[in-house]
């Protein structure tokens, strides 16, 4: 059974930065896709960022595009979410989630293609 679980969340205020990291149980990390989710009080789960299982492909909603890049180690089994220059509308709970892809430059914005996720971090941003 694959676990995510992600840490770094917290309350910080408007222009400030965090930094959220994924731990995924188990072997196989490095040929997970990552992507990065968020749900806003009263809102749907939104994608927020997405990197490929070899590291060399991002994608990025337009809503955090520029402010937010994510990483990953793949000899930690560690995915990252640098966001800087947060603004209240940031805040949310953030979800990292894990797919198995066949190919290392394959990602995916579409929540439903992800297998594994994590129970999420709240990240707060004040004004």
């Known amino acids: 059974q694959v676990q995510l679980g992600e840490s770094g969340g917290g309350l910080v205020q408007a222009g400030g930065s965090l930094r959220l990291s994924c731990a995924v149980s188990g072997r196989a990390f490095s040929s997970y896709a990552m992507g990065w989710f968020r749900r806003a009080p009263g809102k749907e789960r939104e994608f927020v960022a997405a990197i490929s299982s070899s590291g060399s492909r991002t994608y990025y909603a337009d809503s955090v595009k520029g402010r937010f890049t994510t990483s990953r180690d793949n000899a930690k089994n560690l995915a990252y979410l640098q966001m800087n220059t947060l603004k209240p509308e940031d805040t949310a709970v953030y979800y990292c989630?894990?797919?198995?892809?066949?190919?290392?430059?394959?990602?995916?914005?579409?929540?439903?293609?992800?297998?594994?996720w994590g129970q999420g971090t709240q990240v707060t941003v004040s004004s």
């Open positions: 989630a894990a797919v198995i892809t066949f190919s290392s430059n394959t990602y995916y914005s579409e929540d439903s293609r992800y297998t594994y």
